[in-house]
Each structure stands twice: as C-alpha cells, then as structure tokens.
C-alpha cells in the first residue's frame, strides 16, 4: 500500500495545518484507494530538533522514526503558518534534519496558512525552492489559505485550487 503523508508545522491543538492537510489529502484518498495516510505534527518533535541541531546530526529514536516515515513516503503534503514572510522556524528545522537525497522524485504539494493575502508569495520564494534543493517532484499547485479562503463565498475556489493540486499528484504517484 502507498503512503501519503501529511508534514504540519502548525503549533495549536487542534491545528488548521492538519486541518488543510487533511482537506488536501481527501481528493487524493478518494482518488487512489490504494493509499494510507499519516500524520506528522512537528511541533512534537521540538525537543528531538533541537538536540539534533545542537549534537552535531544525533537523532532521538522517535526523530529517526520520523525521517524514516518521511523518506519513506510515497508522496508528502506539507502544511506551515506563515510568520515573518516565510515557513516557521519549526518547519526549517525539521527539514533541516532530512537528509538532502531522501526525498528525491517524491510528489510534494506545497500548502501555507497565512494571516492575508500579503503573504501570497510565501509558497514561491520560501517553500517551493527548499523542495526543489531536496529534488522533489513540486506539483504546480501550491495552496495558500488565508482567513478569506475560509468564507462562504471563497470557499468553492478553495476547493477548486485543492483539487487542482491532488490531480497533478495523483499524475506523479506511481
């Protein structure tokens, strides 16, 4: 069975990155009935950074788990709030701590919560060039959700951007 897997850096419980992950997996899910979904919340993982980052690369069993679900995966979504004009320091760690080969060719939808549409770029020139450093397969479509998305009147063009991308990864996952 395939594997897709949701990446959040989303810091509440319960937490809108999950929450858009899962909007964005569900085309996919119903698409592909060949696939399992996992969840990885990184802010659970903070201790398990820090001490990677501050020993020179050793990982805690449960942060090894992890990049091994990572790698493993046969396609990603990955989900962080915007602050200060780019992904969260929680979700630069994070990858920081993937080894840089492990996720070439793998399908990676790329998804932001964000206060207002000056963020709009965010996925652009923060997110997208980090993936395309590891050699991902970037699907066209990145989603960026801000409060006016989640309007009555927006909402179907969400839904329409959503869509969008889980067709253009459902075309890259073998």
């Not at 990184?42 to 201790?47: E, P, S, T, V, Y």
């Not at 990982?59 to 090894?64: A, F, I, S």
């Not at 929680?90 to 793998?106: G, Q, V």
Request: aromatic fraction near 6%.
């Amino acid at each position: 069975m395939a594997t897709l897997t949701i990446i959040s850096a989303g810091l509440a419980s319960p937490s809108s990155s999950v929450e858009l992950g899962q909007l964005i997996a569900a085309p996919i899910l119903s698409a592909r009935d060949d696939m399992e979904l996992k969840v990885i919340e990184i802010k659970d993982l903070g201790h398990d950074l820090i001490d990677f980052m501050t020993t020179g690369g050793i990982c805690t069993p449960q942060l090894e788990q992890t990049i091994d679900t990572v790698t493993e995966s046969d396609a990603l979504i990955v989900v962080t709030p915007v602050f200060q004009a780019s992904y969260s320091g929680i979700f630069k760690l994070f990858f920081d701590a993937i080894p840089m080969e492990s996720l070439k060719n793998t399908p990676v939808i790329l998804a932001a919560n964000a206060g207002s549409q000056r963020h709009a770029l965010v996925i652009e020139y923060a997110i997208r060039p980090l993936f395309s450093f590891f050699k991902a397969r970037i699907v066209p479509t990145g989603i960026l959700v801000t409060p006016a998305d989640r309007t009555p009147e927006a909402w179907p063009l969400l839904l329409e951007r959503i869509d969008r991308a889980a067709n253009e990864m459902c075309s890259l996952i073998k």
